[in-house]
């Protein structure tokens, strides 16, 4: 135990004569009526106006006598009230500061009427998503026929050629030119700034308290800066697109790549990037007309005024993936 450690006086009431705020280690008795000290009924002063106990010498926990309930010192072999022996008997219970402790867990409130509408809302809603699910998911068997069939086929065109970007200095590409630099936030780095104390007080059990003080580190965000650049590169980049559909030919077919400029390397060099191909057919069953999107094969095996099977979900639409 350090040598430095300050101890304070618990506060009690007294029960008989309703004195209150008397000391824990120096009143054992009420100096109003002469009534002996209930241990439980020991409290911590407010915050600020804590009385140091002079001279006080810690020994233990107090015992509380098992005949007249009256705390004793752990020194003490007899009750310095009723003289009854300390075999047998129990510690007194520690004092939790409340100002310190951990905020209790309630217990669970009885249900209320609003709560138990809100529990048949929520069946209703599981109720009507299931419904749904089933309108949405559930279909019947019906024919349709083809009444037309588009394609489009597209190629994109990359040319080779200066392409402005930006990055940290430290991860410039090698074939930049044309850089700039400019300071600019990169990130924010926790820097401890002070701490944050409180005093913990401790019941010791014998009538006196002591005071811990805990700290905690406290941080704030500090803003760190680097190097931008700004920077040319030459790149391969999309610059257009070639198109190719029904109005240039009755059969799916690639677009012709005639209008690129022949380089093959250099600025300015062309090259064919990406492709990309739809097929749609439109349906008509009755009244009702719909449009899909199938992949190339099942768009070929069906010609217009065709007709086929198609499955109809509840709300009306096709089931596209029906198309086999």
Known sequence: MSETEIYYEMLWDCAQCNTRGLLGDSHRHCPTCGAAQDPTKRYFPQPGEEVEARNHQFVGTDWRCAYCSSPNSAAAAHCTNCGAGHDGTQPVAIVVDAAAAPASVQAPQPATPSSKLWRWVLAFAVLGAIALGIVFTRTHEATASVTSRTWQRDIQIEQFGPVSDSAWCDSLPGDAYAITQSREQRSTQRIEDGQTCRDERIDKGDGTFVKHRECTPRYREQAIYDNRCRYQVNRWRTTRTVQAGPDTATMPMWPSLSTMNGLTTGMGAER??????????????????????????????????????????MTGGVDCASLQ
Do not use: I
């Not at 069953?285 to 217009?304: F, I, L, M, Q, R």
């Open 272 to 313: 064919a990037g990406a492709r990309s191909e739809r097929y749609v057919v439109s349906l008509q069953s009755g009244n009702k007309t719909w449009t899909c999107d199938v992949p190339e094969a099942v768009w070929n095996k069906y010609e217009e005024g065709t007709s086929l099977p198609v499955r109809v979900r």
